[in-house]
T-cell receptor
Framework: DGGITQSPKYLFRKEGQNVTLSCEQN?????MYWYRQDPGQGLRLIYY???????QKGDIAEGYSVSREKKESFPLTVTSAQKNPTAFYLC?????????????FGDGTRLSIL | GENVEQHPSTLSVQEGDSAVIKCTYS??????FPWYKQELGKRPQLIID?????GEKKDQRIAVTLNKTAKHFSLHITETQPEDSAVYFC????????????FGTGTQLKVEL
């Protein structure tokens, strides 16, 4: 899964601040996803994109925003409206948005509140 | 929407024993079921997956079984080794759901020497 790069590895947010997490893939995958992982809760879908310039809300989209201007990039912004942003954020991608292709993950970004 | 339940939340076995993790899903339209292994602080890695037209799939010491009627699927690890210690997640994808996955809450597997 070396083709999915997330940065930074660690990120700290101040109160009232927006922060952006980067996700880049060089696998030529059509679909990209953002998940949030909290202890004991598994992975929950925030947003996903099946094609460039299009994206849909997942199960916990409130307080987050995304863009998909390029096929290889799917940045996630954690806005100040997200009151409990401390979590491990994982980006994934898959080939073919409408088929049963496996999702592959990046190394994650750990976000904490200062 | 789809709901996936996973049991047990923790599992401790002796090295060489077998381990079984079970998941149930709610949406009968689900047709793809992957399993991921996640070591502490690292990315989840796909270890095996199964599609709804198959009842069982095996890859060396790992196997997955699917019972569509009962809407449950299981991960079987034989001859466990210390390096199998990790958190395992099951997931399910609903047909027409844009390849969205719903994950279980994970099983912490510990293989003791």
């Amino acid at each position: 899964d070396g083709g999915i790069t997330q940065s930074p590895k660690y990120l700290f947010r101040k109160e009232g601040q927006n922060v952006t997490l980067s996700c880049e893939q060089n696998l030529n995958h059509d679909a990209m996803y953002w998940y949030r992982q909290d202890p004991g809760q598994g992975l929950r879908l925030i947003y996903y994109s099946q094609i460039v310039n299009d994206f849909q809300k997942g199960d916990i989209a409130e307080g987050y925003s995304v863009s998909r201007e390029k096929k290889e990039s799917f940045p996630l912004t954690v806005t100040s409206a997200q009151k409990n942003p401390t979590a491990f954020y994982l980006c994934a991608s898959s080939q073919g948005a409408y088929s049963n292709q496996p999702q592959h993950f990046g190394d994650g970004t750990r976000l904490s509140i200062l | 929407g789809e709901n996936v339940e996973q049991h047990p939340s923790t599992l401790s076995v002796q090295e060489g024993d077998s381990a079984v993790i079970k998941c149930t899903y709610s949406d009968s339209a689900s047709n793809y079921f992957p399993w991921y292994k996640q070591e502490l602080g690292k990315r989840p890695q796909l270890i095996i997956d199964i599609r709804s037209n198959v009842g069982e799939k095996k890859d060396q010491r790992i196997a997955v079984t699917l019972n569509k009627t009962a809407k449950h699927f299981s991960l079987h690890i034989t001859e466990t080794q210390p390096e199998d210690s990790a958190v395992y997640f099951c997931a399910a994808r609903v047909t027409g759901g844009g390849n969205k996955l719903t994950f279980g809450t994970g099983t912490q597997l510990k293989v003791e020497l």
